[in-house]
C-alpha cells in the first residue's frame, strides 16, 4: 500500500513538472511575441520617419536594457529545459528503483518459502529414517525373543528327553528285580 501511494506522489509531481515546463514555454513565446511586435514598431517607425540624425546612444540605451533580459531569457531556456528533463528522469529512476524493490522483496519471500519447504522435506526425511531405524530395532528385538524362544524350546525338549531316558531306566530295572 505504500509504494503505491508513492507511485502516485510520483506520478502527480511529474503531472506538476509538466505542467510547469508548459507554462514556462508559454511565458517564453509570449516574451517573444513582444519582442517582435516591439522590433516591428520600431521598423515601421524607422520607416515613416524621416530619417533622423544617428540617435544617440542614450536612447539606445533603455532598449538595450529591455533587450539584455530577453536575450537572457532566451539563452537561459535549453538549461532550463535540461533542467526539467534531468527531473523527469530522476523521477523516473526512482519509479524504477522502487519497482526494483518490490521485486526484490517478493524473491526474498519465495526464496523463503523454498527454505520453508526443503526445512519440511529434511524433517520429514529425518522422520522417516528415525521410523526406520525404530522397525530395525524393532525387528531385531523380535529376532532376539525368537531365538530365545527357539533356545527355551530346546532346552524343553532336552529335558524331556532326559526325564524319559532317566524313567524309562528306572521302570526297566525294577523289572528285573522281579
Known amino acids: ?14 503531472l506538476l513538472l509538466l505542467l510547469l515546463l508548459l ?9 517573444l511575441l513582444l519582442l517582435l511586435l516591439l522590433l516591428l514598431l520600431l521598423l515601421l517607425l524607422l520607416l ?5 540624425p544617428p540617435p544617440p546612444l542614450l536612447l539606445l540605451l533603455p532598449l538595450l536594457l529591455l533587450l539584455l533580459p530577453l536575450l537572457l531569457l532566451l539563452l537561459l531556456l535549453p ?7 534531468l527531473l523527469l528522469l530522476l523521477l ?3 519509479l524504477l528503483l522502487l519497482l526494483l524493490l518490490l521485486l526484490l522483496l517478493l524473491l526474498l519471500l519465495l526464496l ?8 519440511l522435506l529434511l524433517l520429514l526425511l529425518l ?5 526406520l531405524l525404530l522397525l530395525q530395532l524393532l525387528l531385531l528385538l523380535l529376532l532376539l ?9 530346546l532346552l524343553l525338549l532336552l529335558l524331556l528327553l532326559l526325564l524319559l531316558h532317566h524313567h524309562h531306566h528306572h521302570h526297566h530295572h525294577h523289572h528285573h528285580s522281579q
Open 48 to 52: 515613416f520617419l524621416p530619417p533622423p
Open 145 to 153: 525373543l525368537l531365538l530365545l524362544l527357539l533356545l527355551l524350546l
Open 127 to 131: 522422520l522417516l529414517l528415525l521410523l
Open 112 to 119: 523463503l518459502l523454498l527454505l520453508l519447504l526443503l526445512l
Open 1 to 14: 500500500m505504500l509504494l503505491l501511494l508513492l507511485l502516485l506522489l510520483l506520478l502527480l509531481l511529474l
Open 23 to 31: 507554462l514556462l514555454l508559454l511565458l517564453l513565446l509570449l516574451l
Open 92 to 94: 523516473l529512476l526512482l
Open 79 to 85: 538549461l532550463l529545459l535540461l533542467l526539467l528533463l
